[in-house]
């Protein structure tokens, strides 16, 4: 009787596992599911307190930029350029010459002004001496008409008695008229010179006081022939270029003033409900990285969005309109003796995080806030040259036989 060959034995490696290893493996996978749970669970438990305790108390954008001013140097007076005493990274102090224009048309126009101001003077000093003369002949001629007045009495006594004739007497009569119109005709001619003198003095006369004015005005375009830097800073966009003939109002160069800057954060809407002003912020800049901090507070806030103020600004009610979240503009003020310590430049990309443990106050304030001095914009190196030339006013008038005084006074620090 034929047998069943044995069954061949299956190869070791296909053996199915002992239920002691799939136990084992399904004990490690939970262990190490519950491990991962466990280390979720704290990360999340740990973020949850950060924000909690920290994280819900600060806002942060890096959508930031350094911004300053860009003071605009233009001439005052139209010319053709000479010299360009500044170039672009320069750095510059206020009251340096930056451009030189031709100055021969200004100094013509400055010596027909001043002459034309010393002989105004000498004319009205003519005037008052006029004056004073026709108060003399005012009196002559009154004194003249009293002694026609007593001829004419002697005369009409002597008639009475037949000592002169009476053609002698209308002789006497025609000359108390005459005398009498001598009188008003002097009169009015002094009327007439007082009224060109009348409450005033030689200084503060109105001819000599437009005459002073054209002085004034062609001495400052004489002056301004030298285009001086309105504050001091950093050179940059210069365009002009000797032998250039410009206009007054014409964009030469432009100076960026370094020690007074800002920086402008672009937060998201969401982010702007906790910020209020003055609160303290804290700015790292790409330029130094995260070892350098500066340390600001905020200054203002924008009165929209930078779209809403965007060159296309978006039409909305078109019809294809996708939402995006908005960001709106903030200002930031930042410690002055941290910009000195470490530069920034205009532009610079920062990093932005404030405070906002203190939350009082509104949001955008309804009444006017006092501007911080950094934000003041002012320059004074151009009142030395209506110094100057009220100066020059003065020693024309004195050299004129006048008195500067009072005319120094009216003018002063134009």
């Not at 806002?59 to 930029?65: G, L, M, Q």
Request: proline residues 5%.
């Amino acid at each position: 009787m034929a047998t069943n060959p044995p069954a061949p034995a299956a190869p070791a490696g296909n053996a199915p596992p002992a239920p002691e290893q799939q136990a084992s493996k399904e004990r490690k996978r939970k262990k190490m599911l519950l491990i991962a749970g466990a280390v979720f669970a704290i990360v999340g438990l740990a973020w949850l307190a950060w924000y909690l305790l920290v994280g819900q108390w600060y806002e942060s954008t890096d959508d930031a930029y350094v911004g300053g001013n860009v003071v605009q140097v233009t001439p005052q007076v139209a010319g053709t350029v000479v010299a360009v005493a500044a170039d672009d990274t320069d750095r510059v102090k206020a009251g340096q010459v930056l451009v030189r224009l031709d100055p021969a048309d200004a100094r013509i126009a400055l010596e027909e002004a001043e002459a034309s101001l010393g002989r105004t003077v000498r004319q009205v000093r003519t005037l008052f001496a006029t004056t004073g003369q026709s108060d003399a002949t005012v009196a002559q001629r009154k004194s003249d008409l009293e002694r026609a007045r007593a001829d004419l009495a002697r005369r009409e006594q002597l008639a009475a008695i037949g000592g002169v004739s009476k053609e002698e007497v209308q002789h006497a009569r025609e000359s108390v008229e005459a005398a009498g119109a001598a009188v008003r005709a002097a009169e009015e001619q002094h009327t007439a010179n007082r009224a060109l003198v009348d409450r005033t003095t030689l200084e503060d006369h109105p001819d000599v006081r437009a005459a002073a004015a054209k002085v004034h005005e062609a001495y400052l375009n004489s002056a301004r022939t030298e285009i001086l830097a309105p504050v001091s800073g950093v050179v940059a966009r210069r365009s002009v270029q000797v032998g250039q003939r410009v206009a007054a109002g014409t964009s030469l160069m432009a100076i960026v003033p370094l020690a007074n800057i800002w920086v402008d954060a672009n937060f998201k809407e969401g982010q702007l409900r906790d910020l209020r002003l003055g609160q303290p912020v804290t700015v790292e800049a790409d330029l130094y990285g995260r070892h350098k901090k500066y340390h600001g507070r905020i200054q203002g806030f924008g009165a929209g969005t930078g779209a809403a103020f965007a060159l296309l600004p978006a039409q909305n009610a078109t019809g294809n309109w996708i939402k995006v979240v908005q960001r709106v503009p903030v200002r930031i003020a930042l410690d002055a003796q941290e910009i000195r310590d470490f530069p920034l430049q205009v532009g610079l990309s920062m990093r932005v995080e404030v405070d906002t443990h203190t939350r009082e106050g509104e949001r955008m304030p309804t009444a006017p806030a006092p501007a911080p001095a950094s934000a003041k914009q002012e320059t004074a190196v151009f009142d030395a040259l209506g110094e100057a030339a009220d100066a020059r006013v003065a020693q024309i008038i004195v050299r004129n036989g006048g008195q500067p005084i009072a005319l120094a006074k009216d003018h002063g620090g134009r």
